[in-house]
């Protein structure tokens, strides 16, 4: 199966439109202030900022040969949602849940974190214990166990540079 991370294209406005409520969905189990709204509309809506063009935002799409499985949302500094010092923050990862356990996820954030290299700030909402299970294996493997465990505004947090991967196969 071909697994691609690209760069979402103006074009592909609308594909990430509609896969992005479903992000929020998974997320509102975890609470973190996701709700809808009285028409319906998943409440903090984040994606506008990211389409916007503005320097750091890098709206990334994941496809499993050929067809949409995910997406990722990589800040670059100065991004001002993250720590100074660090050159990348993943803000969000989704991958569609029929493609889970099939190491999609790995394989996606190991393209990503290629792709970026730099020093990286991954967090997840600390109620939301399976994120950190995965974030913590995955870049555990990615970087031969060399990263930093930590908190980010309370909760659970991975920091690491990517140009110091251990070069494993995907």
Known sequence: MTLSVLPVSPAEHTL????????????SEFGGGYSLDAEGLWQPDYLP?????????H???FRLDGRPVGFAMVGQAPFPFMTPGRDF?????FVLRGAR?????????????????GTWE?????????ATVFWRRVIGEYMGGAFEDTTLDG???QVFDSRKRARISP
């Open 89 to 93: 923050h993943l803000s969000e990862f």
């Open 155 to 157: 909760n659970p947090a």
């Open 122 to 130: 991954l967090s997840q909402l600390s109620s939301n214990q399976g």
């Open 49 to 57: 900022y990211w389409l916007s063009g503005k320097e750091g935002c």
């Open 16 to 27: 990430l439109r509609n896969l992005y409520p479903l992000y929020l969905h998974d997320l």
């Open 59 to 61: 709206p990334m799409l």
């Open 101 to 117: 356990q099939h190491g999609v996820g790995r394989r996606t954030a190991f393209a990503l974190f290629d792709l970026f290299p």
